[in-house]
């Protein structure tokens, strides 16, 4: 159909249930892609890098970025900001890559309302809640408050879960990453509408 546009992979999911094990399972088999790298002011945890796993940024930082409309999405959660900036995603997309998105419930609404006709969702969750405050607990790198802040949102995004085009339960990791992986190469088929009505317009010698 002419010329390959790039698509829009979002995942989603609780915190804990192995998005970016996944991510680290797939990426050699998907072919070229681009990982969005959120910007937030949460403070940097141990081993994590700067433009690796996100720009860390003061609140003051993020508020401009806001103001300048350099968001694709952005959102509130336990108190620090979140966001996607869009021209790095529109650049992966004219270079005709799979954009890979880590993103919450909101975000993906958010993403939707910009791609949709592009996007592929999937809603990544461990098999149970009781599964998920297991793994919580077991990283001990959050404060109990913080733990139960993120069941509590947890139960929340559980109820969105219909929103999404696929759901992974994360029990297996070998065998959810190779669900992920088909879900990714399938991704890749999908057309724009921009791509549907110029091959249209050629179909019918217009």
């Known amino acids: 159909m002419g010329i390959k546009n790039g698509v ?19 990426k050699e088999d998907i072919g070229d892609y681009y990982f969005s790298i959120s910007t937030t002011t949460r403070p940097m945890r141990e081993g ?15 508020k401009k970025d806001i103001e300048k409309d350099n968001f694709l999405e952005y959102a509130i959660v336990h108190g620090n900001y979140y966001g996607t900036s869009i021209k790095p995603v529109k650049q992966a997309l004219s270079e005709g890559k799979l954009v890979l998105f880590d993103i919450d419930v909101q975000g993906n609404t958010a993403v939707n309302n910009r791609l949709g006709d592009i996007t592929t969702s999937v809603f990544i969750t461990p098999p149970t809640l009781s599964e998920l405050e297991k793994r919580l607990n077991g990283r001990s790198t959050d404060a109990p408050e913080v733990i139960a802040a993120r069941m509590s949102m947890a139960k929340r995004e559980i109820q969105r879960i219909s929103e999404y085009d696929y759901v992974v339960v994360n029990d297996d990791l070998d065998e959810a990453a190779e669900y992920l992986k ?12 921009e791509e549907i009505n110029r091959f249209v317009q050629q179909w019918e010698d217009i």
């Not at 994590?48 to 993020?62: K, L, N, P, S």
């Open 182 to 193: 088909l879900i990714a190469k399938t991704a890749r088929l999908k057309k724009s509408n």
């Open 8 to 26: 829009v992979l979002v995942l989603s999911g609780p915190s804990g249930a192995g998005k970016s094990s996944l991510i680290n399972k797939i």
């Open 48 to 62: 994590e890098i700067e433009g690796v796993h996100y720009h860390f940024v003061t609140e003051e930082e993020f």
